[in-house]
């Protein structure tokens, strides 16, 4: 780190920065310039956010120079992490495809997305259970009744699980069922929740907050790292720009961004980003081409019926179409679906 | 609500739209222009999310007309809500400030803050027990500890209780001690917590998304008066830009937006919103001047000491100062101290 | 348009809002409810700027319900925009790379680029002779020096030649030299500068503002169509965020928007929209998945002696690279380069 | 500046950038970690952006210290600037309101507004004669008979004229005219036009960008004051956010940042980053606690009848009584209007 001294801090100030700098465990570099002295300050990354620097009298700026996480980052492993869900690999060679509707709505809703979904190339079901809405009126969720036909429709199709859960509470619930743990947008710094999921063996699939920046996404993983469980896997999902034609805006750019700077898996929801339907099969195959893993697709029988999110989601003959143009870029670019 | 139908919608879709909303109990009124047919819609306006639009084949937009929050209207309610907290009053003539450090720290740290910010002129301490940190590796509260640490002060000095409730496992915990509950930023649509404090009899003050909308805001603030606790407090503590200087950007201009699309009292956190002390004293003065009806600041005997958010908190002479300035403005629009 | 007016809007307010609908030509649907009333008008889209409904006493809100502009809207013109220049097709089935260096250095650079990329497969060049440059006391391009030699490039190559034009004033001398015309992201809304390309019998490669709606872009197309030139080529080239990783954020989503939205071709320059090199690439093959006509992208002979924007110019060799992949990707899905 | 180093970086690369450091003429500090090597370098850090360093291999990072602009700092100049405008100065212990109309739509209504605005206690009358339009059919301004006019209504009441200048090429008239030169949101990255300012001798008022850094803001600045106009005055006018119930979200942080470092006077314009009458006052109440040295107020005999931003002007009767809640707390915190 950096530490910038204001152009009349005296030799005490300057000295009491040092003496705190040292007594963590930091090596020192000063350099005395024409207009500010300036610290360089090398040494334990994950210590420096505690130490108030800028609080310090004298003291103008202080700038990070490396990441402040540690087992989420390429520099800690250099080899790409593949989170194995059952015999499936996500992170390896292949594509992963997790569809389905947004929520659970009834047995017959569920089951027959499923059949579709996996007819399709789909490897894992997506489903909500327990549903964040943004209104207190709205549809909330199955909650149990929803996890036993997530649970059936897998015993019937072979598909995976992957499904939210909001909270601590019913976390021992959710892990009974779920094959992948969904935290939502909405819980990316649920810290409580965070240290719970580290505590579960089961994959963790970590949506970026709609303002998170990859460095708070990745400081969120390394929360669930540190408390024990590598298996995270990153899901990209559209950010809050002052753009309002799309629901948020998809941050592409982010999948080549977190596989540079992390050795975790990257998979991208399209359907929350835009929010319409008719401009989510593009940009699936725009996100399998920027490097994405896999995808997070929004599918439902009737989706003019759909209880929650009808708007973004695809018919299943929408879902087919762009399964066969997701296969062709897939391959295009050396992978397989 | 509007529904706005695309060009080529044929009659069968634009009464498919009609049919949907008479079953929901909506009243219609339909105009066919030249390029367009548009549905308006007037009814309950909690239930418009439910219904799934814009799924619809045929349909193009679908604009809502009114807010979907109800309890939280000014339309409900026109007269100023004033939360009771003991004998104060939030949301009167007078303006409150809680002030106190980020963290419990410590016995004697919290202690001498409590004397200070009372001698100055608070009569609510601010400090938090349970941490949400950006970093696994940062100090997360004293917890419990820090709890009985606030109600000694509070039996020192008078001074009302306001801490952060982070998970509805710890808020019965939490409830025991605090005087006001505090939703934190990362919390705002963390549903769960919502449903859990709208069950408890204590004053809530319900901090904005670093990223939510004032809808969003106010929507949340809908989830707690839907369960049943009507006393809520809502705090702008700066939301998510582009700019970097500061932490956030602090819109000052929702507090009128707020007042005047709400009943609700408002206060400001200029702290956490700025990220540098150097420029809290201004905008606090200013956030009273656009009509907060409080203010949170971060005090500390020692900010270059202090284990959390060291960089924004005053130090007990700066915050003197402020409070001269704010005495002074709120008395020249004509509310008081 | 729909005027929602105030719960206490009287009949006199809502006559007065009639009126001036009326005396403006538009057709008028009330409606009134328990809540509100809603007047709906129907009319001249082009007009409703300047109505002033917002302003008037009693009107609580007005909600646009069509796009403001009409020229560039897929309503007006169904079929895709082709737009000509010389024997190139930009609109068509064939992908379009537009490369080169940010700024034309000197004319052995230039020269050796325009070899390199044409080499590679670009039927465009791209390079600067005005330059925007964020500070005063940086390097501002060679002027009409620079415009000779991508003239002498054009000869050389056969490529055509893209540049930017700054200023009203110096538009005579760049469109002497130009094929397309560059309108930067800085002057998408100046609109002095729109109305005077309007007049000349050149395309118009129109980039998209750092903070500007798809719709504002939109708008601006229409200020140059409005004034006669209807030859428009839309460039997304990312915009504004919180996110500080990337110089700005590519907005992928806005290619299928504006195709929907609009007839014009559109295309893709991810290399200001990311800022570093090493994530062009991935970026530039996404674009065309998601539909892009064509891309500009900045390469260098040696980008670490670059003048201007070295940190995200690719090396001649990964841009080779890249075009492969381009290549795969846009046959992959039925287009060619 | 520190340049950071990637991991792998070797002798020859590390050596690469020290000599082009050199070469430039700075001053090098060398610190070698276990993780990275990491260079200080000190010097004219108006040559930084021309180094292109992060194009160099091996580099992974260039982090500036200080910022890139040197007149407009506070470092160049302790003192506060005041701007004179005739007998008026801007920067100084009173406070200056610049009102009036957006456009300048007729004689009468430019004089009665001239009339009233002064009569409230207005100093500078503002009023667009050419007007930058969202929409090519919008009403674009009276041209040079708004300039005539201007002057007329200066004549009647003695108020300096603030007009805002579109183009270089029609400068030399609005010059002739113009008591202070206003360069608009859309134009604060003109550079054209503000080297061509920059070379008459009157006040600039410089418009922050709807999406400009405050460090952006104080380069453009920088622009101006390099080519020789030292009579700059800054103008907060709100940006662009996710918010979308206010027009732009006004940063009146940015005035006492600002303040802080540069020397240069900063004033508010409330309405346009409001957009709604209804919530001006009390933003340009606040504007002034936070330390703003003017306002820009847009008024208007009659906005519901106004060509240009009715809706977000205020009537004669809220001008009047926003003047006195101004002069209210400019007394109080130590001003005068």
Redesign the interface.
Known sequence: M?V?MS?RADEDKINAVLERLKKAGF?I?L?R????T?I?A?GDK??M??L?L????GVE?V?P??Q?YKLASR?FKEQDTVVKVGDLEIGGKQIHVMAGPCAVESREQLLESAEMVKAAGATLLRGGAFK?????????GLEEKGLQYLAEAREKTGLKIVTEV?????LPLVAEYADILQIGT??M?????L?EVAKVDKPVLLKRG??A????WL?AA??IM??GNYNVILCERG????????RN?????????VK?LSHLPVIVDPSH??G????VP??A???????ADGLLIEVHPN?????CD??Q?LTPENFQSLMK?VR??A???GRRL
Chains 1, 2, 3, 4 share one sequence.
């Open positions: 950096i910038v152009r090596q570099h350099s310039g024409v207009e500010r300036i360089g090398i994950t210590r956010g505690d108030a800028e609080a310090m009298p700026n700038v120079i490396l402040p520099a964040p809405r943004t209104s207190p009126y709205s549809f909330q909001m909270d601590a509470g019913t909405r819980n710094q649920n810290f409580f929740l240290r709609a303002s920046t990859i460095e708070e400081m390394e929360y540190a408390g950010i809050r720009t002052y753009e309002t034609f799309t805006t998809l941050d592409l750019s982010a999948v080549p961004v540079h980003a835009i319409k339907w008719r401009f593009p940009m195959v725009a996100a399998v081409a920027a490097g989706p003019s019926e759909a209880l009808g708007p989601s143009d062709a870029v391959e295009a670019i």
